[in-house]
């Protein structure tokens, strides 16, 4: 094997997650643009802002459902190296990342075109109406069709992170989401493309990213480039069994995207093309928490995972403990934003007073619980990045089952609105469970993985 030595295993814990963590945390806002850019210039379409910005949010799934394919590849291949990195087996890391650039292309390829085919019961299903079909469409055909580059740049800029470069992956983000600020205007207004063009300037930063992404990975910065390896069929399966986890997470987030739009459909009456444009804008403000909250222990799992390979579970559990940290002042800062500005926040996607209302009083009532991400996301993608997938995946499924049954019964007995208090009230369950569980079960796991190092020693 291969020797090296790298600052995950050696940098004082409290600044290695600092030097980790905040890049990956603006990496996210910055990606957050991708999205909320287009909806504030879509907004703002003449004669046709509330049903464009309706259309968008009906596609919001769609979104989602290819970044989890992204997430399969780049959080199944991301951990698998750097555990192989802190074992100090480079050469199976080198296999593992040529392996998951092939799983990515290939996930490209099969995903695209049936999606395309299907476009129009997907989204009718997904919460359009016959008034927002043209703007529905018009959106999620040019975005499905450069899913090569967003499986690509999201996928791969996770490879880059679980290596330490989280500086480089920051970089990568800013990139895309510069070069989709430039472009929406000029599609979207000075071309005349409507939701088209807001779809196409997306298209175009990710391909963007992915250039930059590449051009790194094939370089010689890189600790573990991409390198000419053969396919391998158990190092793919290797990848999706670890993937799965947060994968399956994102997915049921696109299962719960689009029951949230169903449902309010159903019950909203007159008023559910109103009800669905708002909640465009709640999940908005959503993605400026839970993206870079995501950043934050997504971008730490790579000490998480080298240590825990290397055997050093006392690293592990010190930096886990700065993390959970981290993640809490962050959370608790977006709380006070949720609570005090929202209107300012709705006032940047529509001008229609109606409308900023109830997404204010949305935004408010959804981001109650919020607080409790700090402990269910550190210990869910803890577990995750060191390949403790059924783990990490049990914790994150008891909270989203929660949101689920909270959606489908609330509306049904009350009214159409009141599904948004299933999010607080899964946020607070599940954060109560993970903290109980974070004392009485990761104790454990980190013995069982010093058991190992004795019985091979």
């Not at 957050?32 to 049903?51: E, F, T």
């Not at 043209?134 to 959106?139: F, L, T």
């Not at 158990?234 to 990848?239: T, V």
């Not at 959804?366 to 577990?383: K, M």
């Amino acid at each position: 094997m291969q020797q090296t030595e790298s600052p995950l295993g050696t940098a004082p814990v409290g600044k290695l997650v600092l030097q980790l963590a905040i890049p990956a945390m603006l990496a996210q806002f910055v990606n957050i643009l991708y999205s909320v850019v287009d909806r504030v210039y879509v907004g703002h379409i003449a004669g046709a802002g509330a049903d464009s910005l309706a259309g968008v949010g009906v596609c919001a799934p769609v979104v989602t459902m290819i970044t989890a394919f992204a997430v399969l590849v780049g959080f199944g291949g991301g951990p698998l190296m750097s555990i192989r990195m802190g074992r100090r087996d480079m050469e199976g890391a080198r296999q593992i990342v040529a392996n998951s650039f092939y799983l990515l292309l290939l996930l490209s390829a099969l995903v695209t075109v049936p999606v395309l085919l299907l476009r129009q019961p997907i989204l009718f299903a997904f919460g359009a109406s016959e008034q927002l079909w043209p703007y529905a469409e018009a959106y999620f055909t040019t975005y499905v069709s450069g899913t090569v580059f967003a499986l690509l740049s999201v996928g791969l800029n996770q490879i880059v992170m679980s290596q330490g470069f989280s500086g480089t992956a920051m970089r990568s983000v800013i990139l895309g989401a510069a070069v989709n600020i430039v472009f929406d205007p000029v599609f979207i207004f000075w071309m005349d493309m409507g939701v088209r063009g807001a779809a196409l300037a997306t298209v175009v930063s990710q391909a963007c990213s992915t250039a930059y992404t590449l051009r790194f990975l094939f370089g010689r910065r890189a600790l573990v480039g991409i390198t000419r390896q053969p396919l391998h069929v158990g190092w793919l399966r290797r990848i999706v069994q670890v993937g799965l986890s947060p994968a399956l997470i994102i997915a049921l987030d696109n299962v719960l995207l689009i029951s949230v739009n169903v449902m309010l459909r159903r019950y909203g009456g007159t008023d559910s093309d109103m009800l669905i444009a708002c909640a465009a804008i709640l999940q908005s403000f959503m993605l400026i928490i839970t993206m870079p909250l995501g950043g934050i222990t997504a971008g730490t799992q790579s000490i998480l995972g080298y240590n825990y390979g290397a055997g050093d579970t006392k690293r592990v559990v010190r930096a886990e403990k700065y993390i959970v940290l981290l993640c809490f002042v962050f959370t608790a800062v977006m709380f006070a934003a949720a609570q005090t500005i929202p209107r300012v926040f709705a006032g940047i996607f529509t001008d229609d007073p109606a409308n900023i209302e109830m997404a204010a009083w949305m935004i408010r009532i959804y981001t109650l619980g919020v607080v409790g991400l700090a402990v269910q996301y550190p210990f869910v993608d803890g577990l995750t990045g060191m390949g403790l997938v059924k783990w990490g995946l049990l914790f994150s499924m008891f909270r989203k089952l929660i949101f689920l049954a909270g959606v489908f019964i609330l509306p049904a007995m009350f009214s159409a609105t009141t599904l948004l208090y299933a999010e607080p009230l899964s946020d607070i369950l599940s954060a109560s469970v993970s903290g109980v569980a974070y004392f009485v079960l990761f104790p454990k796991l980190m013995r069982r993985r010093e058991q190992e190092d004795t019985q091979n020693a």
